[in-house]
């Protein structure tokens, strides 16, 4: 689905990758790292904010580069670090905003919105709720939710695990995974929590712009 090729003819210090990776579909993949700076750039990069003369960035086989950025974005979903949730609106009001924005098909959005956050942990009663009056964990819920809600083929989700060993978290986790597996989606959780691998198929180590290979889950 999401590959990076180094050009090996073009010499230059600004490596942000030192080999070459393939995130496919189906998969959920942690990207370790303890650097903000390195994700921003790394989520530039994957966004197509930021061109690397020393990568080739293909999406479905096609170069980054030769596809319409704003189609492109449409099929990708981020939740950055810091969310961007509107704090007078409800949960609701929060992911059906999204949907407006994404031009969502969907003839009920409000019951879509609704049923796609009690699917995720907020149920009704929370969704109707300011997101100022949200604890962390659901917020961040909330923040995902509304990047889910637009059905991207790739979702990159950073610093979920900060709030550590939260049971809506780990809840979370799972339904993730179930939907990477269910719907082929590609997951890129980054994050330094050390136990990132134990809801990964997948694992690499981002560190001084360069990504390395640690481990596949048995």
Known sequence: MLELKEKQSLQNNEHLWQTNVH??????????TQSKADVDKFVEV???LKKFENIHILFDHKNLEEINKNDY???VGCSFREDTL??????????MLAMEISDIQEKHK???AS???QR?????ALGKTRVSKLEPTQRKIVEIVRVLAKDPDLIIVDNLLSEKGSPQIIQFLEELKKLAVMKNKCVILLDDNPKLDEYTDELWGLSNCRLHYIKTSQ
């Open 23 to 32: 995130f496919e579909k189906g998969r959920m993949y942690g990207v370790a």
């Open 46 to 48: 994957l966004l197509g």
């Open 73 to 75: 974005r449409k099929k």
């Open 86 to 95: 509107i704090d007078n609106y409800s949960a609701v009001e929060n992911v």
């Open 110 to 112: 409000q019951l879509f």
């Open 115 to 117: 049923a796609l956050l």
């Open 120 to 124: 995720y942990g907020i149920d009704e």
